[in-house]
Nanobody
Framework: EVQLVESGGGLVQPGGSLRLSCAASGFILAMYDMNWVRQAPGKGPEWVSRIDGDGGNKFYSDSVKGRFTISRDPAKNTLYLQMDDLRPEDTAVYYC??????RGQGTQVTVSK
């Protein structure tokens, strides 16, 4: 059974940092494209970042490019999202999602003074 469990969210001031984690089970995370997606209150889902299973190429939305970094640890079967220079508009529930569309319960990120 595929399972994804996100963690690491919280309340942070503008300019701060957080590192999100996504622990995977039921499949080998490094073999598949993995995405981070976020959803702000009252808005639809927004794709944030992807790391390719083949080659590990990384991609970012324009809104987070230069501030967020996606990575993975095959030994821990875990996906990460390092978020720096956070802004209030980054406030959302963040989900990791595999290529098949499965995602976890999400982790809340709130950026506020």
């Amino acid at each position: 059974e595929v399972q994804l469990v996100e963690s690491g969210g919280g309340l942070v001031q503008p300019g701060g940092s957080l590192r999100l984690s996504c622990a995977a089970s039921g499949f080998i995370l490094a073999m598949y494209d993995m995405n981070w997606v976020r959803q702000a209150p009252g808005k639809g889902p927004e794709w944030v970042s992807r790391i390719d299973g083949d080659g590990g190429n990384k991609f970012y939305s324009d809104s987070v490019k230069g501030r967020f970094t996606i990575s993975r640890d095959p030994a821990k079967n875990t996906l990460y999202l390092q978020m720096d220079d956070l802004r209030p508009e980054d406030t959302a529930v963040y989900y990791c999602q595999n290529a098949g569309g499965a995602r976890g319960q999400g982790t809340q990120v709130t950026v506020s003074k």
